[in-house]
Protein backbone atom coordinates (compact mmCIF):
# COMPACT_ATOMS: atom_id res chain seq x y z
CA UNK A 1 0.00 0.00 0.00
CA UNK A 2 2.22 3.19 -0.91
CA UNK A 3 -0.80 6.03 0.31
CA UNK A 4 1.08 8.82 2.55
CA UNK A 5 0.82 8.10 5.58
CA UNK A 6 -0.14 11.39 6.30
CA UNK A 7 -3.33 11.09 4.98
CA UNK A 8 -3.61 7.57 6.52
CA UNK A 9 -3.29 9.03 9.63
CA UNK A 10 -6.08 11.24 8.69
CA UNK A 11 -8.56 9.05 7.59
CA UNK A 12 -7.96 7.21 10.72
CA UNK A 13 -8.92 10.07 12.66
CA UNK A 14 -11.80 10.77 11.03
CA UNK A 15 -13.03 6.98 10.70
CA UNK A 16 -12.77 7.10 14.63
CA UNK A 17 -15.97 6.36 16.83
CA UNK A 18 -16.46 7.36 20.43
CA UNK A 19 -17.88 9.26 23.02
CA UNK A 20 -18.22 12.82 22.19
CA UNK A 21 -18.52 14.13 25.60
CA UNK A 22 -15.46 14.92 27.70
CA UNK A 23 -16.02 14.26 31.39
CA UNK A 24 -18.73 12.78 33.71
CA UNK A 25 -22.05 13.11 32.14
CA UNK A 26 -24.68 14.21 33.96
CA UNK A 27 -27.64 11.89 35.07
CA UNK A 28 -30.59 13.26 33.34
CA UNK A 29 -31.15 14.49 29.91
CA UNK A 30 -31.21 18.00 29.21
CA UNK A 31 -34.51 19.88 28.87
CA UNK A 32 -33.64 19.90 25.07
CA UNK A 33 -33.15 16.53 25.02
CA UNK A 34 -36.41 15.78 26.23
CA UNK A 35 -38.39 17.96 23.85
CA UNK A 36 -36.36 16.21 20.97
CA UNK A 37 -37.42 12.60 22.69
CA UNK A 38 -40.59 13.87 22.89
CA UNK A 39 -40.81 15.23 18.98
CA UNK A 40 -38.78 12.12 17.83
CA UNK A 41 -40.28 9.65 15.94
CA UNK A 42 -39.52 6.18 17.66
CA UNK A 43 -40.17 2.28 17.22
CA UNK A 44 -39.86 -0.46 19.68
CA UNK A 45 -37.46 -2.75 18.42
CA UNK A 46 -37.06 -5.88 21.04
CA UNK A 47 -37.65 -3.36 23.98
CA UNK A 48 -35.28 -1.36 22.96
CA UNK A 49 -36.51 2.97 21.91
CA UNK A 50 -35.45 3.42 18.57
CA UNK A 51 -35.86 6.68 17.23
CA UNK A 52 -35.11 9.77 15.06
CA UNK A 53 -35.27 13.54 15.30
CA UNK A 54 -35.32 12.81 11.13
CA UNK A 55 -38.59 14.29 8.81
CA UNK A 56 -40.66 11.61 6.89
CA UNK A 57 -39.98 9.52 5.59
CA UNK A 58 -37.39 9.01 8.57
CA UNK A 59 -34.52 6.80 6.05
CA UNK A 60 -32.28 6.63 8.65
CA UNK A 61 -34.91 4.99 11.76
CA UNK A 62 -35.38 2.28 8.46
CA UNK A 63 -31.67 1.94 8.05
CA UNK A 64 -30.96 1.44 12.05
CA UNK A 65 -33.39 -1.20 12.85
CA UNK A 66 -32.17 -2.87 9.47
CA UNK A 67 -28.79 -3.07 11.02
CA UNK A 68 -30.09 -4.26 14.34
CA UNK A 69 -31.64 -7.24 12.13
CA UNK A 70 -28.31 -7.65 11.14
CA UNK A 71 -26.86 -7.89 14.50
CA UNK A 72 -29.47 -9.99 15.75
CA UNK A 73 -29.06 -12.55 12.49
CA UNK A 74 -25.68 -13.51 12.55
CA UNK A 75 -24.47 -12.55 15.66
CA UNK A 76 -26.91 -13.21 19.00
CA UNK A 77 -24.10 -12.79 21.65
CA UNK A 78 -23.28 -9.57 20.61
CA UNK A 79 -26.92 -8.70 20.00
CA UNK A 80 -28.18 -9.26 23.52
CA UNK A 81 -25.62 -7.38 24.91
CA UNK A 82 -26.91 -4.64 22.68
CA UNK A 83 -30.26 -5.13 24.01
CA UNK A 84 -28.90 -5.32 27.91
CA UNK A 85 -26.32 -2.34 28.03
CA UNK A 86 -28.44 0.22 25.71
CA UNK A 87 -32.03 1.69 26.45
CA UNK A 88 -32.04 3.71 22.88
CA UNK A 89 -30.40 4.06 20.07
CA UNK A 90 -30.92 8.09 18.79
CA UNK A 91 -30.41 9.46 15.03
CA UNK A 92 -29.57 12.85 15.70
CA UNK A 93 -27.32 15.45 14.56
CA UNK A 94 -23.97 15.45 16.71
CA UNK A 95 -21.39 18.06 15.29
CA UNK A 96 -18.49 15.91 16.83
CA UNK A 97 -18.45 12.33 15.94
CA UNK A 98 -20.60 9.95 14.06
CA UNK A 99 -21.33 8.33 16.51
CA UNK A 100 -21.56 8.46 20.58
CA UNK A 101 -22.82 6.60 24.22
CA UNK A 102 -24.56 9.42 25.74
CA UNK A 103 -24.67 8.13 29.50
CA UNK A 104 -27.41 10.39 30.61
CA UNK A 105 -29.68 8.80 27.60
CA UNK A 106 -28.45 5.43 28.18
CA UNK A 107 -28.37 5.91 24.70
CA UNK A 108 -26.75 5.07 21.33
CA UNK A 109 -26.62 8.50 19.07
CA UNK A 110 -25.86 8.45 15.64
CA UNK A 111 -25.19 11.04 13.56
CA UNK A 112 -27.93 11.58 11.05
CA UNK A 113 -25.57 12.42 7.82
CA UNK A 114 -23.39 9.05 9.17
CA UNK A 115 -26.34 7.38 8.86
CA UNK A 116 -27.57 8.41 5.84
CA UNK A 117 -24.45 9.17 3.76
CA UNK A 118 -24.53 6.37 0.79
CA UNK A 119 -21.14 5.13 1.26
CA UNK A 120 -22.37 3.99 5.13
CA UNK A 121 -23.17 0.36 4.77
CA UNK A 122 -25.72 -1.29 7.00
CA UNK A 123 -22.35 -3.43 8.38
CA UNK A 124 -21.26 -0.12 9.64
CA UNK A 125 -24.14 1.40 11.49
CA UNK A 126 -24.31 -2.34 13.03
CA UNK A 127 -20.73 -2.34 14.23
CA UNK A 128 -20.95 0.76 15.34
CA UNK A 129 -23.89 -0.18 17.46
CA UNK A 130 -21.79 -2.72 18.88
CA UNK A 131 -18.90 -0.10 19.63
CA UNK A 132 -21.23 1.90 21.56
CA UNK A 133 -23.16 -0.23 23.69
CA UNK A 134 -19.18 -1.38 24.40
CA UNK A 135 -19.32 1.68 26.06
CA UNK A 136 -22.03 1.62 28.04
CA UNK A 137 -20.65 -1.91 29.49
CA UNK A 138 -17.95 -0.05 30.57
CA UNK A 139 -19.59 2.75 31.81
CA UNK A 140 -21.70 0.05 34.04
CA UNK A 141 -18.44 -1.29 35.51
CA UNK A 142 -17.66 2.13 36.60
CA UNK A 143 -14.55 3.25 34.09
CA UNK A 144 -15.00 6.68 33.16
CA UNK A 145 -14.32 8.06 29.59
CA UNK A 146 -11.22 10.64 31.57
CA UNK A 147 -8.67 11.92 29.74
CA UNK A 148 -6.21 9.82 30.14
CA UNK A 149 -8.16 6.58 29.64
CA UNK A 150 -9.60 7.21 26.11
CA UNK A 151 -7.47 5.79 23.52
CA UNK A 152 -7.54 2.19 26.11
CA UNK A 153 -11.56 2.79 26.42
CA UNK A 154 -11.83 3.03 22.55
CA UNK A 155 -9.45 0.25 21.53
CA UNK A 156 -11.46 -1.92 23.63
CA UNK A 157 -14.47 -1.10 21.95
CA UNK A 158 -12.95 -1.20 18.75
CA UNK A 159 -11.62 -4.76 19.42
CA UNK A 160 -15.31 -5.59 20.35
CA UNK A 161 -16.03 -4.34 16.83
CA UNK A 162 -13.79 -6.65 15.16
CA UNK A 163 -15.30 -9.55 16.89
CA UNK A 164 -18.45 -8.85 15.84
CA UNK A 165 -17.31 -8.15 12.40
CA UNK A 166 -15.49 -11.75 12.15
CA UNK A 167 -19.25 -13.00 11.58
CA UNK A 168 -20.42 -10.75 8.67
CA UNK A 169 -19.67 -12.27 5.44
CA UNK A 170 -18.08 -9.89 3.02
CA UNK A 171 -16.81 -7.63 5.69
CA UNK A 172 -12.88 -7.67 4.76
CA UNK A 173 -12.82 -4.27 3.35
CA UNK A 174 -14.56 -3.15 7.24
CA UNK A 175 -12.04 -4.91 9.01
CA UNK A 176 -8.90 -3.65 7.19
CA UNK A 177 -10.77 -0.39 8.42
CA UNK A 178 -11.60 -1.05 11.87
CA UNK A 179 -7.92 -2.84 12.37
CA UNK A 180 -6.05 0.63 11.17
CA UNK A 181 -8.05 2.60 13.56
CA UNK A 182 -7.30 -0.14 16.38
CA UNK A 183 -3.93 0.41 15.85
CA UNK A 184 -3.73 4.27 15.66
CA UNK A 185 -5.15 4.18 18.73
CA UNK A 186 -2.28 2.74 20.72
CA UNK A 187 -0.07 5.43 19.52
CA UNK A 188 -2.10 8.80 19.16
CA UNK A 189 -2.92 10.50 22.46
CA UNK A 190 -3.00 13.66 21.53
CA UNK A 191 -6.44 13.20 20.06
CA UNK A 192 -7.88 12.31 22.74
CA UNK A 193 -7.10 15.30 25.24
CA UNK A 194 -10.33 17.41 26.11
CA UNK A 195 -8.54 20.46 24.24
CA UNK A 196 -8.98 18.78 21.32
CA UNK A 197 -12.09 17.36 21.68
CA UNK A 198 -12.82 21.16 23.07
CA UNK A 199 -11.42 21.97 18.84
CA UNK A 200 -13.44 19.28 17.39
CA UNK A 201 -16.47 20.70 19.13
CA UNK A 202 -16.11 24.43 17.74
CA UNK A 203 -15.56 22.99 14.17
CA UNK A 204 -18.13 20.86 14.46
CA UNK A 205 -20.52 22.99 15.44
CA UNK A 206 -19.66 25.71 12.43
CA UNK A 207 -20.33 22.82 10.16
CA UNK A 208 -23.27 21.18 11.30
CA UNK A 209 -25.18 24.57 11.49
CA UNK A 210 -23.20 25.15 7.60
CA UNK A 211 -25.21 21.37 7.13
CA UNK A 212 -28.53 22.69 8.15
CA UNK A 213 -28.24 25.73 5.65
CA UNK A 214 -27.47 28.64 8.31
CA UNK A 215 -25.82 31.86 6.48
CA UNK A 216 -21.75 31.83 7.56
CA UNK A 217 -22.83 35.30 8.68
CA UNK A 218 -25.08 33.94 11.05
CA UNK A 219 -22.93 30.74 12.22
CA UNK A 220 -20.08 33.89 13.25
CA UNK A 221 -22.62 35.66 15.46
CA UNK A 222 -23.76 32.30 17.13
CA UNK A 223 -20.27 31.15 18.09
CA UNK A 224 -19.38 34.15 19.61
CA UNK A 225 -23.01 34.67 21.41
CA UNK A 226 -24.01 31.30 22.39
CA UNK A 227 -21.34 28.90 22.85
CA UNK A 228 -21.89 27.66 26.25
CA UNK A 229 -25.69 26.91 24.39
CA UNK A 230 -24.81 25.30 20.71
CA UNK A 231 -26.35 21.89 21.39
CA UNK A 232 -29.70 24.00 22.32
CA UNK A 233 -29.01 26.45 19.21
CA UNK A 234 -28.24 23.39 16.72
CA UNK A 235 -31.42 21.51 17.91
CA UNK A 236 -34.10 24.32 17.65
CA UNK A 237 -32.52 24.98 14.13
CA UNK A 238 -32.79 21.42 13.34
CA UNK A 239 -35.99 20.79 14.55
CA UNK A 240 -37.54 23.89 12.97
CA UNK A 241 -35.71 22.69 9.32
CA UNK A 242 -37.14 19.37 9.55
CA UNK A 243 -40.92 20.85 10.95
CA UNK A 244 -41.07 22.76 7.83
CA UNK A 245 -39.94 19.92 5.35
CA UNK A 246 -42.84 17.93 6.87
CA UNK A 247 -45.40 20.46 6.40
CA UNK A 248 -44.11 21.04 3.17
CA UNK A 249 -44.11 17.39 2.29
CA UNK A 250 -40.34 17.21 1.71
CA UNK A 251 -38.10 14.21 2.21
Known amino acids: MTKDPRLKHSETQRDLRGVALVGKPDRKPAAVDRLNFWLSTSRQVDGLWVGTTESKPQPGLRRVEEALRLIKHHDSLHY ?10 WVHLLPNALACYDGSKK ?9 LLETTTLEEIASTIV ?23 EAVCLRRELNFIASLPNSEPLREKIARTWEWCGSDHAYFSDVSFQQRDDQGNAETLRYLGTPDWLIRFLLIKFVPKMRAVISGVHQLIHRFAGRAGIG
Open 107 to 115: ACVLDERFV
Open 80 to 89: SRVLHNLERI
Open 131 to 153: HEATHAKLERWGINYDENQRSRI
